[in-house]
């Protein structure tokens, strides 16, 4: 997603798969600015990586929201 889009679509993805009943954690990843961050966590994201992060932290993040954790 680029521009921005993370904030129009991280919010649908969420809202949609809340609407079909799923608790799917939802976890993006890439430049975020720190602002965007706070709304994306408000809006239900799991988790938000952001550049350079390591393969064991993206596994971690995913782990943990997997089991109900994050934010």
């Not at 991280?10 to 799917?24: F, H, I």
């Not at 550049?51 to 994050?70: F, Y």
């Amino acid at each position: 997603m680029h521009n921005g889009a993370h904030l129009t679509l991280a919010p649908t993805v969420v809202g949609a798969l809340r609407d079909a009943g799923l608790d799917t954690p939802v976890v993006i990843g890439g430049i975020v600015p720190p602002d965007d961050v706070t709304v994306l966590l408000a809006g239900g994201v799991a988790a938000v990586l952001g550049p350079g992060a390591s393969n064991d932290e993206v596994v971690a993040v995913v782990r943990a929201a997997a089991a109900g954790g994050t934010r």
